[in-house]
């Protein structure tokens, strides 16, 4: 089993390349989709959250209303430390479960966003950063996904800069261009991910 940390800047492109890893076959774990899951209704990990910045940031429907948290969160760095506490071990015993399903020729990519400000970077074989301009990005994060100039700038800045994100970087995945331009680098990381796993 090769086990592959993927992680990139917000709005860097990661969510496609990893539905083209998965395409071609990698096993994909998404912490991303696992932090949602252990913070679900009737989960401890809501209760925690509730417990440590109130019920306030609960929707009508009992689940966590993720817009109003991740403005409490994403200005004030206590706080944002105060949930990763929370929400990371849980996130790593669920990563640690699925990994333990998948074959042993397996190519695992842990979709990780925050991987390089965590320091998880030696948790696995290799680390693949999707890169772009930060100027990409806040043109991604305002056009494609709705936020203001000033909420993107806020999320960037809660992120590793892209120096720090490269630092770790065992195979880059360059994405400031069109989207044709990716997935042949994809096709080509792939492959090298697949002779690093038969070897």
Known sequence: ?????????????????????????AVLIDADRIAREVVEPGTPGLAAVVEAFGPGILSADGTLDRPRLGGIVFS???????????????????????????????VVIHDVPLLTENGLAALYDLVVVVDAAPETQLDRLVRLRGMTPEEARARM???????????????????DGPLESLEPQVRKVWEELVARAAA
């Open 1 to 25: 089993m090769l086990k592959v940390g993927l992680t990139g800047g917000i709005g860097a492109g990661k969510s496609e390349v990893s539905r083209l890893l998965v395409s071609y076959g």
């Open 76 to 106: 004030d760095p206590e706080k944002l430390a105060t949930l990763n506490k929370i929400v990371h071990p849980l996130v790593g015993a669920r990563s640690a479960e699925l990994e333990a399903t998948a074959g042993s020729d397996s």
């Open 157 to 175: 800045a809660a992120q590793a800069d892209r120096a720090q994100r490269l630092a770790v970087a065992d195979l880059v995945i360059d994405n």
